[in-house]
């Protein structure tokens, strides 16, 4: 083959237009070939309404992540993280009335479980009953827990059950 054949075959591989197969925004791998709404709620923290929500204040149309421009998913981005600055109601956001600040934030990803987590830490130092509970492993919100439960916490005591009787001998049942 030609020196010239080979250059143009190279400058038409160089020109095939690239899709983008995976997006990532707040610490998630998105499937591009997803639409927006259903991409977002794959983000720990974003769930459908918030994410029907975020496309509305965005003003864009729900297509495949892939046919967006690199500054559509930067806006994206910046409304998953400063939501009030996009005009997204504060119902939704999933941390209102922070017991820190006081103020209203959504969290995703990493930021979630941490603060999560944190919460969690808080209520078992103040020992208070919903912090007792999560200490030793029960169930914190009213549930059952005498029949129920026992296989997060192993099994306790001994097996309760029907005792049979014992046969006499020469009989069958």
Same mark, same amino acid.
């Given at each position: 083959?030609?020196?010239?054949? /080979?250059?143009?075959?190279?400058?038409?591989?160089?020109?095939?237009?690239?899709?983008?197969? *995976?997006?990532?925004? !707040? %610490?998630?791998?998105?499937?591009?070939? /997803? /639409? *927006?709404?259903?991409?977002?709620?794959?983000? /720990? #923290? =974003?769930? @459908?309404?918030?994410?029907?929500?975020?496309?509305?204040?965005?003003?864009?149309?729900?297509? !495949?992540?892939?046919?967006?421009?690199?500054?559509?998913?930067?806006?994206? &981005?910046?409304?998953?993280?400063?939501?009030?600055?996009?005009? *997204?109601?504060?119902?939704?956001?999933?941390?209102?009335?922070?017991?820190?600040?006081? $103020?209203?934030?959504?969290? =995703?990803?990493? %930021?979630?479980?941490?603060?999560?987590?944190?919460?969690?830490?808080?209520? &078992?130092?103040? $020992?208070?009953?919903?912090? *007792?509970?999560?200490?030793?492993?029960?169930?914190?919100? #009213?549930?059952?827990?005498?029949?129920?439960?026992?296989?997060?916490?192993?099994?306790?005591?001994?097996? =309760?059950? =029907?005792?049979?009787?014992?046969?006499?001998? #020469?009989?069958? @049942?």
């Amino acid at each position: 083959m030609p020196k010239k054949e /080979k250059e143009i075959k190279k400058q038409a591989v160089a020109k095939k237009p690239e899709f983008k197969k *995976i997006i990532r925004i !707040a %610490d998630t791998d998105l499937d591009a070939s /997803k /639409k *927006i709404e259903h991409a977002l709620i794959s983000i /720990k #923290g =974003v769930s @459908w309404s918030y994410a029907h929500a975020v496309r509305k204040a965005l003003g864009l149309d729900n297509v !495949a992540l892939e046919s967006l421009s690199e500054e559509d998913i930067e806006r994206i &981005k910046q409304a998953l993280k400063e939501p009030q600055k996009f005009g *997204i109601p504060s119902w939704l956001y999933n941390r209102r009335k922070d017991i820190v600040t006081g $103020k209203d934030y959504h969290l =995703v990803s990493s %930021d979630l479980v941490l603060s999560h987590n944190l919460d969690l830490k808080r209520l &078992k130092s103040i $020992k208070c009953y919903r912090g *007792i509970r999560h200490m030793f492993n029960y169930k914190v919100r #009213g549930q059952r827990t005498r029949s129920r439960g026992a296989n997060v916490r192993g099994r306790v005591g001994a097996t =309760v059950g =029907v005792v049979r009787r014992k046969q006499k001998p #020469g009989k069958k @049942w």
